[in-house]
């Protein structure tokens, strides 16, 4: 149950991008088509379960039992971008394909703060391993929605007549605002 | 001491990670042929697409798996295919400097307005809405191609047509793309002669539509029956070389100046935005 708690928390209520506006970097400048926006919500996913793993197999294993909790973002970032960059030479040995889809996404958001907040979140909730893998899976999948949401909205807006002065990134930022009032309504489904 | 227990975990974790990286670099290193850098180089990067590749990076891919030939670079010219054909070691394929060309004469006073069109300012949307003029294929003013253009080599003339610098132009082809009409097309520098129109109304309709159109009156065809034909309503130019000289007068006596030779004219320049919608006759 507390599972299923944690996944629509991460993906709805406190839906990473409308919540705590993590991540808004990629989060405006790849939602201009609904193509490449799917790819990066794949990408940030996929990325973000990898931290989770790890994340918490370095505070748990190591951190912790030395009494060095106060190194966690030194060495989460440190853990995070080695284990990205290994998995993208990976990727691009075993997978071209998948390399040529996800490849030049993934080194954008190794040093986002969607990442480190969610290693963050997970070390400061204490999470168990299982509920820090779901945590990290079900943000990766609230950025998607969220992404995939923004980017179609833009596409309609580009036929849009939008006011000189909000062109651009005004009338994304508003968009995105809106957005996130509507998620505030999700707030009262969990207690 | 409190200090060294933390050096030597962010040491060891640093380290161990490094070690991770050095040895994974080696074991899944990715061989690329050297020859791809260097064609990139020599390339104009310009990104334009051009080529038909994604951009610079994939055409010298492209050339080095043999996929392209040396001269697929529009915009670099001969000079780019000789140092590309240099590099792979073959003969360089001549390049036929392309350019882009307009077929459409309907200026704001020869091709009529249905009305005042209040739409957005592109050609784009006005298109979807059918277009505001009368004539159903003619140009629509707004300069979608001009705004395309990345080299600098189109701008749009008060009659309301666009200019293109053929000097500037390197027939990248984002304006025949930008155009909703099609009424722009990449041709050889030295074709003279060209149908200024795309219009396939019956001539009846096409006559009232607009002052230039092509009235499928037959005279260029009678003129040069070997290169020229008539297909729907609209005189077509099948092969441009088969027109001798002494031929282009007679073609030239097109009652509406639909056909005929590329005539240089100054014009004055506007911007996209200063686009009237009302100018009619």
Redesign the interface.
């Known amino acids: 149950m507390s599972l299923l708690v944690i996944f629509i928390s991460a993906v709805l209520i406190n839906n990473f991008v409308f919540y705590y506006f993590l991540g808004l970097c990629p989060y405006l400048g790849v939602s201009r088509r609904l193509g490449p926006s799917l790819s990066m919500g794949m990408a940030v996913t996929f990325v973000l379960s990898l931290t989770a793993v790890s994340s918490w197999m370095?505070n748990h294993w190591?951190?912790i039992p030395?009494?060095?909790d106060y190194?966690q973002i030194?060495?989460f970032i440190?853990?995070i971008a080695?284990?990205v960059?290994?998995v993208e030479?990976?990727i691009?040995?075993v997978s071209p394909p998948l390399y040529q889809a996800m490849g030049i996404y993934l080194p954008l958001i190794t040093t986002n703060c969607i990442i480190m907040g969610l290693a963050l979140l997970a070390a400061l909730r204490n999470y168990n391993f299982v509920e820090t893998v779901v945590f990290g899976i079900s943000a990766g999948l609230g950025f998607t929605l969220a992404i995939v949401l923004m980017a179609a909205i833009r596409e309609q807006l580009d036929?849009a007549?939008v006011p000189k002065p909000l062109q651009g990134a005004g009338i994304a930022l508003i968009t995105a605002g809106i957005i996130a009032l509507a998620f505030m309504g999700f707030s009262g489904i969990i207690k | 001491m409190n200090i060294i227990?933390?050096i030597i975990?962010?040491g060891i974790?640093?380290f161990g990670?490094?070690l991770?990286?050095a040895f994974?670099?080696r074991k899944?290193?990715?061989e690329v042929d050297p020859r791809i850098e260097e064609i990139a180089a020599a390339l104009p990067q310009a990104n334009c697409g051009a080529c038909g590749f994604a951009g610079c990076q994939a055409l010298a891919e492209a050339l080095v798996a043999g996929k392209a030939q040396t001269n697929a670079c529009p915009v670099g010219g001969n000079e780019v295919a000789a140092r590309v054909a240099a590099i792979l070691g073959v003969e360089a394929a001549p390049v036929i400097k392309k350019v882009a060309r307009l077929h459409c004469r309907g200026t704001h006073e020869a091709a009529p307005t249905k009305g005042k069109y209040l739409g957005?300012n592109t050609c784009l949307?006005a298109h979807l809405i059918g277009g505001y003029k009368l004539c159903s294929y003619g140009c629509l003013h707004f300069g979608d191609c001009v705004r395309s253009c990345q080299f600098d080599a189109m701008r749009l003339a008060e009659d309301g047509l666009p200019i293109i610098d053929e000097e500037k132009c390197t027939a990248c082809g984002k304006c025949v793309e930008a155009c909703p009409r099609n009424l722009l097309e990449l041709h050889p520098v030295e074709e003279n002669i060209l149908v200024f129109c795309r219009s396939k109304d019956r001539p009846a309709v096409a006559r009232k539509v607009c002052r230039n159109a092509c009235i499928a009156c037959n005279i260029c065809v009678r003129a040069c029956p070997e290169a020229i034909i008539m297909e729907d309503n609209l005189a077509k130019i099948v092969d441009w070389k088969k027109i001798p000289e002494e031929k282009i007068p007679a073609i030239e006596k097109c009652p509406t100046g639909a056909i005929g030779r590329l005539k240089k004219e100054e014009r004055k320049e506007i911007k996209p935005e200063q686009v009237e919608t009302e100018i009619s006759s």
Request: aromatic residues 8%; hydrophobic residues 65%.
């Open positions: 370095i190591v951190l030395n009494g060095l190194l030194v060495s440190l853990v080695a284990l960059q290994l030479m990976f691009r040995k036929l007549d | 227990i933390p975990t962010m974790i640093g990670l490094a991770g990286l994974a670099y899944f290193k990715v957005i949307a």
